[in-house]
T-cell receptor
Framework: QQPVQSPQAVILREGEDAVINCSSS?????VHWYRQKHGEAPVFLMI?????EQKGHEKISASFNEKKQQSSLYLTASQLSYSGTYFC????????FGAGTTVTVRA | EAQVTQNPRYLITVTGKKLTVTCSQN?????MSWYRQDPGLGLRQIYY???????DKGDVPEGYKVSRKEKRNFPLILESPSPNQTSLYFC?????????????FGPGTRLLVL
């Protein structure tokens, strides 16, 4: 079963912050985050494992609340290069991807 | 360079004409999988393979076949394509398919079935 992502889309100005949420109805071993530019393959951002850890990639960070089966991706001080579609992938017994969140960063 | 390659990148075909999309990885990965991507639905897994001669269905396997005769290759076969299989297809691989492993994606194959 696919995890649920929200929001579906977000528009930002450079320098603004955004949060993308990912939730699952199943107990999770890990959460993956990927970013896809238009017409390209998804590219790995980070993996969060059980333990409620947080990780960071540039000014993009994420948290994982295993009790709530939720993860959030934080885009801080967004840059034009952050535009794209962000996918979470949750691992219960296998990896399933959410429908994606399209992020548009404008100058 | 470590990579996953797919061929062809673009394909237009007609209903019922069998086709194969190839996928190859040079990272000695045991786990490989196929996804299709449709607007608003994200990435949905078609089939996956844990190792040579070991394959299993994903979430949307109907109308597709796969084989894993060699570790590096994992072709996707559409025996009788239909218009609802028009989509963007991605092959991916990871070392062992474990929860903490990165998935490496191929560049994608855009398929149009008329």
């Amino acid at each position: 079963q696919q995890p649920v992502q929200s929001p579906q889309a977000v528009i930002l100005r450079e320098g603004e912050d955004a949060v993308i949420n990912c939730s699952s109805s199943k107990a999770l071993y890990s959460v993956h985050w990927y970013r896809q530019k238009h017409g390209e393959a998804p590219v790995f951002l980070m993996i969060l494992l059980k333990g409620g850890e947080q990780k960071g990639h540039e000014k993009i960070s994420a948290s994982f609340n295993e009790k709530k089966q939720q993860s959030s991706l934080y885009l801080t001080a967004s840059q034009l290069s952050y535009s794209g579609t962000y996918f979470c992938g949750t691992v219960s017994y296998k990896l399933s991807f959410g429908a994606g969140t399209t992020v548009t960063v404008r100058a | 360079e470590a990579q996953v390659t797919q061929n062809p990148r673009y394909l237009i075909t007609v209903t019922g004409k069998k086709l194969t999309v190839t996928c190859s990885q040079n990272m000695n990965h045991e786990y490989m999988s196929w996804y299709r991507q449709d607007p608003g639905l994200g990435l949905r897994q078609i089939y996956y393979s844990m190792n040579v001669e070991v394959t299993d269905k994903g979430d949307v396997p109907e109308g597709y076949k796969v084989s894993r005769k060699e570790k590096r290759n994992f072709p996707l076969i559409l025996e009788s394509p239909s218009p609802n299989q028009t989509s963007l297809y991605f092959c991916a691989s990871s070392s062992h398919g474990l929860a903490q492993e990165t998935q490496y994606f191929g560049p994608g194959t855009r398929l149009l079935v008329l």
